[in-house]
């Protein structure tokens, strides 16, 4: 078994989890903008509690996003910072992936196995929602649908054409009367509560390895963010709209 570390600030939930073949630690605190500055100390901290160094690593990976944009750069570049100083690879990991892996986990957990797809559905914030289709066969999680930005609308729309028998993430609270999701009661659903936080550096564990048995390792230049949007804030003008309307 190799030795991963990786980390995950892309949404206000900071996660970290190292495994090597003595076993896995995993550490998960708040985010947010604190993220930047406690990263690299936690996680040499966790390297220091499975009594390794960072040289003994073979790849760092990092959610890539989607996902809070601060968040998204702090990982990426504590990342590159690591990998370049020890020379070694990067592993991408799909933020809303990680989301899907927690779900996952907790179904194992509670007796109720997810087999099939799952959709993510994670607040985006300005209104909008990222989303994503994955399909968890084989010991695998493989993309459906790609990770998008969707309207609450449009994502209904998407629904609408073969609806979802398990979603899970944050948007489900955010905009609960606008995607209705309760409508469909074939529909199994993880509240933001559990899904978004709780087991993140577990699920973060799971796919590390997951993109390592992959081969999915890239050089520390090429690691980048995966933003979606373009635009990250409002004007002052499209704020005062909002809040009018």
């Known amino acids: 078994?190799?030795?991963?570390?990786?980390?995950?600030?892309?949404?206000?939930?900071?996660?970290?989890?190292?495994?090597?073949?003595?076993?896995?630690?995993?550490?998960?605190?708040?985010?947010?903008?604190?993220?930047?500055?406690?990263?690299?100390?936690?996680?040499?901290?966790?390297?220091?509690?499975?009594?390794l160094s960072l040289g003994a690593v073979d790849a760092i990976g990092f959610g890539c996003g989607p996902g809070a944009f601060t968040g998204l750069r702090a990982a990426c570049a504590v990342t590159q910072g690591l990998a370049f100083g020890a020379a070694k690879p990067v592993l991408s990991i799909d933020s809303l992936m990680l989301v899907a892996e927690a779900a996952r986990q907790q179904a194992d957990t509670a007796g109720e196995p997810l087999y099939g797809s799952i959709w993510v559905a994670m607040d985006a914030r300005m209104g909008e929602i990222y989303a994503a289709q994955y399909a968890w066969e084989l010991g695998v999680w493989t993309v459906v649908s790609a990770p998008a930005l969707y309207t609450p609308a449009a994502l209904c729309n998407a629904w609408g054409l073969l609806p979802p028998t398990a979603v899970t993430g944050s948007a489900l609270t955010v905009f609960a009367e606008q995607l209705a999701i309760g409508d469909a009661p074939a529909c199994r659903v993880w509240?933001?509560?559990?899904?978004?936080?709780?087991?993140?550096?577990?699920?973060?564990?799971?796919?590390?390895?997951?993109?390592?048995?992959?081969?999915?390792?890239?050089?520390?230049?090429?690691?980048?963010?995966?933003?979606?949007?373009?635009?990250?804030?409002?004007?002052?003008?499209?704020?005062?709209a909002a809040r009018a309307g």
């Not at 900071?14 to 995993?26: E, F, K, N, Q």
């Not at 993140?200 to 963010?225: I, K, S, T």
């Open 1 to 51: 078994m190799t030795v991963l570390l990786s980390l995950d600030s892309s949404t206000e939930t900071m996660a970290l989890a190292l495994t090597s073949p003595a076993g896995r630690w995993l550490f998960e605190a708040e985010g947010g903008p604190q993220a930047s500055a406690r990263l690299v100390p936690e996680a040499l901290a966790l390297l220091a509690r499975a009594g």
């Open 191 to 240: 509240p933001q509560s559990q899904s978004q936080s709780q087991g993140r550096a577990a699920a973060l564990a799971v796919l590390a390895q997951q993109a390592w048995d992959a081969g999915a390792q890239m050089d520390a230049a090429e690691a980048m963010p995966i933003y979606i949007r373009d635009k990250v804030a409002q004007t002052t003008a499209e704020r005062l």
